[in-house]
């Protein structure tokens, strides 16, 4: 049976003065365009023993070389998002989007974000017009979100290569963009100098968790790294399930570090009809210990966001 409070970590919103936009998208990637509005997501909550969705943005803001629009964009979702949240604390959290690659913009962007809207943490995409996050030019924003012990998801994105032709981009190449990022972030020290940040990687990390040994083989390649070294910073990450497959979670639970898994509906970029069958492999999974799915749909979850935490 479903937990009757699970807190979505994985939940998105499209606001209005982006639907035409992430139609375009979602065609684009060869996916259906998603439908979003308020009353609509709390139904499908309900319907899905969903307490309370962490409400992210999951796309570019603008395009590549518009700064400007990226930053104006950044601060259109992100107010529009905390009003959502203020109208429904109770169901509705707030992961803002930062208008990256401007690092000075995401950083005044950040701060708007957590001091004056109350967001929950932050969002960025698994690579940023094809700069993937390990790059040195992104160290200060790092810095300043272990200074804030910031709760990051790290959302997939397209990567920067050709798509293969009649294979949808996110069932296909986004997660192996996931893998792809947290690698780089990984052999690049990100984890290791910025422990504070709890940063998620959605679809049960992609690749990673059932790769990660494999993975571990590029540390030979780096003198300052060693494949022991490298899956522990791998292992700092959290994963959501959201189109996680039941025969995903084997390899999800013997990799992650406990406390590291949480719950992901992906809605609305995943349509409400093929998501529940992706809670259905969670509930009736067989190989649960005591008390671990709760903890998978929301335990985990209250200690990464304190306030959706109930006595």
């Known amino acids: 049976m479903s937990d009757p409070e699970r807190i979505d970590v994985h939940q998105h919103l499209v606001p209005p003065a982006f639907g035409a936009v992430m139609a375009e998208r979602a065609a684009a990637l060869g996916w259906p365009a998603p439908a979003w509005d308020v009353r609509s997501a709390i139904a499908m909550m309900d319907r899905r023993s969903i ?137 690049n020290g990100v984890p290791r100098r910025h422990p504070r940040i709890r940063m998620i990687l959605p679809h049960a990390g992609g690749l990673l968790p059932y790769a990660a040994d494999r993975f571990a083989v590029a540390a030979r390649l780096h003198p300052d790294s060693t494949p022991e070294g490298l899956l522990s910073d791998l292992r700092r990450f959290y994963f959501d399930t959201a189109m996680s497959p039941t025969a995903a979670l084997p390899s999800l639970l013997a990799f992650a570090a406990p406390g590291h898994v949480l719950y992901g509906s992906d809605f609305p970029m995943l349509p409400e009809e093929w998501g529940t069958g992706f809670d259905s492999g969670l509930d009736e999974y067989p190989h649960w210990e005591p008390e671990q799915l709760h903890a998978v749909n929301r335990g985990n979850a209250e200690l990464l966001v304190p306030r959706l935490a109930r006595a």
């Not at 992961?95 to 708007?112: K, R």
């Not at 979100?145 to 294979?167: E, W």
């Open 51 to 187: 307490a309370t969705g962490l409400l992210s943005f999951p796309a570019p803001v603008a395009a590549p070389d518009d700064l400007a629009g990226a930053r104006a964009g950044a601060r259109s979702v992100n107010e529009y998002t905390a009003e959502v949240v203020k109208d429904r604390p109770d169901r509705f959290g707030h992961f803002a989007v930062l208008p990256l690659p401007d690092v000075d913009a995401a950083l005044a962007e950040t701060a708007h974000a957590l001091d004056e809207l109350n967001a929950d943490g932050l969002m960025v995409l698994s690579n940023v017009h094809g700069r993937y996050l390990g790059d040195p030019e992104f160290e200060p924003l790092w810095a300043e979100l272990d200074a804030r012990a910031a709760v990051v998801l790290v959302h997939p994105t397209a990567p920067p290569i050709a798509p293969v032709s009649g294979l949808p981009g996110p069932l296909v190449d986004f997660p192996y963009d996931t893998a792809r990022t947290a690698l780089h972030m990984a052999l």
